[in-house]
């Protein structure tokens, strides 16, 4: 049931990783038209006098706030049957939830349809999918003011965490969303690989790409799986995946646009690097050491040829190790990406943020609003609250060591026990547990103490905030860029184009198509995201 659990619990945290007018009170500034927000009030009121910010609980008088968010995720239980981790989180703060959630799957249309009506509009918001387009609408409150000056817990968090304040300012220097942050380590993906395999063929884990090539080509060829027949496909990822091979080679196009080491925007996709990592692929294809279907492989398929056990090396995250040998009834253990032919490789931090919370204008307190989400999100309590769920219940304490109980480990009866006492909420917080370590244990934590060693950020190119202009002007014509580079890293994979043939012709295609423009745009999104990121 422990490798049940862990299962579960890797899934609903992937999962998290799925937002008229406005009214004036007494002591504030009127608010300016467009997408300006005024300056929070300075003047008392209950939530302000005789406390100061971060103090409990958050006002003196009780009040409420609205939250609209997509309800609970894996569990029957909804936000919206005052969960127990929220009736403490009331207690403390002082606030009354009054909660409107709609299904995740119906989350935009139910958002963009509540702005759209603009009236009526809930305090917090979360899951809005073009919050500039709501601040340009003059619809939600610019929340940097408020946070300067009410919400301690996060300010903290944006001097740890730079890239969090990064990704969330926008252009003019606005602050429009508080998401989602990811600190848990169990989201790292790497190679996955059967050890019983590699037991069976007399290989070791392998430590270069030359290793590599030698371990696929032998779980290839001496039916590791045991069935007396050839149908062993040794390497295969889930959609989105395969890019993680590059690390092998000293690129990084997973973000398509990347900083070269002078600060220098490239599109990654025509680099020579990139050239030299495609020409492996095409070896990995025609020696029949990957899955011959990558370029319509499916999630349900990637899992099938695991649980089948016909795959023998997988890139995921390394908290799938349990989930695989469970599903597969094999021993998995993990390695990290192999040495390429400069003689390193690197792992990428994945960008530490998802979702968003806005404060509409028409909230009537957006400085509770900002220290109700100040509180859930950031402060010791709100980490404990969200990771840890209910003390008692879902975890103990012992003289300041946490450990879950059996409702957590052992639990047969409630799905995603942790979201069913209102845990892993649908709002920000902070993701601080490594729950594949704290369940799996040492193999994990070995697999995550090697991947450190050669970590480096990711940049996330797709998540900086951009202006109106840049991003009208990047998205014209890009579908036709994306379709056609796409086709071409197919081809070539699959040999059906010839790199000394073709390669060129590629490269100059996609000039005529405008990607030097799409490069100049980015190179003012980096300029703009590193100076935030430096503290300027």
Known sequence: MKKMAIASMTAMLAAATVAAGCSTKEGETPKPSGGQSAQPSTSASPQ???????????????????????????????????????????????????????????????????????????????????????????????????IEKFAPNIQKLYKEMPMVRALTTDPNGAILSIPIVALSEDFRPTYLIRQDWLDKVGKKVPTTIDELVDVLKAFRDNDPNGNGQKDEIPLAFPPGFMDFIASS???????????????????VPITD???????????LYTEKLMDPSFATSTNDKFNAMISGSVTGVAIQYMGNLVPFETSSKGQWTGFVFPKGPSGKAYAERVAPISGGAVITKQSKNPQLAVEFIDY?????????????????????????????????????????????????????????????????????????????????????????????????SLNEGWADMETYKSEMVTKFIMGKANFDK????????MKQLGIEGKIKIEQGKYERYSKIMKGN
């Open 249 to 267: 080679f000293d690129t990084h196009p997973r973000g398509n646009f990347y900083p070269d080491a002078n600060g220098r925007i490239e599109y």
């Open 502 to 509: 073709d390669w060129d012709t590629y490269v100059s295609k």
């Open 48 to 146: 302000s006098a005789a406390r100061k910010p971060g103090d409990l609980p958050l006002t003196n008088e009780q009040a409420e706030l609205r939250i609209a968010t997509y309800d609970n995720l894996y569990t029957p239980k909804s936000y919206a049957q005052n969960l127990p981790v929220f009736q403490e989180i009331e207690k403390r703060t002082n606030v009354k939830i009054k909660w409107e959630v709609f299904p995740a799957a119906q989350a935009q249309t139910v958002i963009d349809t509540m702005f759209a009506a603009g009236s009526n509009l809930p305090d917090i918001v979360f899951g809005a999918n073009d919050i500039a387009k709501l601040n340009e609408g003059g619809q939600i409150h610019d929340l940097k003011p408020f």
């Open 273 to 283: 690097k990139y050239k030299e990592y495609i020409k492996f692929l095409n070896m």
């Open 376 to 472: 859930i999100m950031a402060t010791e309590d709100g980490k404990r609250f969200a990771n840890w769920g209910m003390e008692g219940t879902s975890y103990k304490n012992e003289n300041g060591k946490l450990s879950f109980t059996d409702y957590m480990l052992n639990n047969k009866e409630i799905p995603d026990p942790l979201r069913a006492l209102g845990g892993n909420w649908n709002l920000p917080r902070v993701q601080a547990l490594d729950t594949a370590k704290i369940l799996n244990g040492e193999k994990v934590s070995k697999l995550n103490d090697e991947l450190k060693k050669i970590m480096v950020d990711a940049y996330p190119a797709s998540q900086i905030p951009m202006t109106k202009e840049e991003k009208a």
